[in-house]
């Protein structure tokens, strides 16, 4: 089989493992016969569902975003392992399996860290960490919540987006498949939290947050980690 149908493979996998129910991805695992999914660091993840081993993902944020943050006084901040563009418009996250990859029972894809919202007319600061990606049931991203260090929310969905919009973009690459400037949308939840906060108006709701653009970095049969698609 070429190289070039078996990426198309791998990015067909990774579009059934996104848009499928969690339990019937996990059925679907569960009767393969791979060695068990390596460890994870905090999260042990859904059995036998596996997205990539490694890879890297990028946050570029809207212009609405950033012309928001300018008007309200607001400085973003990247928590370890999260790392801030040099121009301060994005940011970007590991993948890999020590930081969690694969999906919980909630249909997450965990990130160990987080951003750091400081507003400075209150002086109050808004944490959200830890991080997840959600698969299912609604794609998006959600995260912990504190606010000047004193958390408040286990989860909160920051930003939302759709399966069609997430699986456009979906493209083969060297090492596996991406997935193209993924729109996360500010949510009514994420709007109201930092208008409660900082006593000044939210992100606008439905609003552009930024896109996402993950690689996920994975030749099946040329890595010893399992994944939760199908060997070919």
């Keep these: 089989m070429s190289m070039r149908v078996i990426r198309r493979l791998t990015v067909l996998a990774a579009v059934a493992a996104l848009s499928v129910p969690l339990g019937l991805a996990s059925a679907g695992a569960a009767d393969s016969n791979s060695a068990p999914a390596p460890h994870t660091a905090v999260a042990d993840p859904f059995p036998g569902v596996y997205i990539s081993p490694w890879g890297d993902a990028q946050v570029e944020l809207s212009p609405e975003l950033l012309t928001w943050m300018r008007i309200e006084g607001i400085t973003l901040a990247a928590i370890s392992p999260f790392e801030m563009d040099a121009d301060g418009r994005g940011f970007s996250m590991p993948i890999g399996s020590t930081a969690g990859d694969g999906l919980d029972s909630k249909g997450r894809i965990f990130y160990p860290g987080g951003l750091s919202f400081h507003h400075a007319a209150s002086g109050r600061t808004i944490t959200l960490k830890p991080t997840y990606i959600r698969v299912m049931p609604t794609p998006g991203y959600s995260a912990g919540v ?87």
């Design 146 to 232: 504190a606010v000047d260090g004193v958390p408040i929310a286990d989860e909160l969905m920051i930003a939302d987006t759709t399966p069609a919009e997430a699986l456009l973009g979906a493209r083969p690459s060297p090492t596996g498949f991406r997935l193209e400037r993924v729109p996360f949308r500010i949510t009514a939840e994420a709007s109201r939290l930092f208008a409660e906060v900082t006593g000044r108006p939210g992100p606008r709701v439905g609003s552009l947050l930024g896109t996402l653009t993950p690689n996920f970095d994975y030749i099946p049969g040329q890595v010893s980690s399992p994944i939760g698609f199908p060997s070919f």
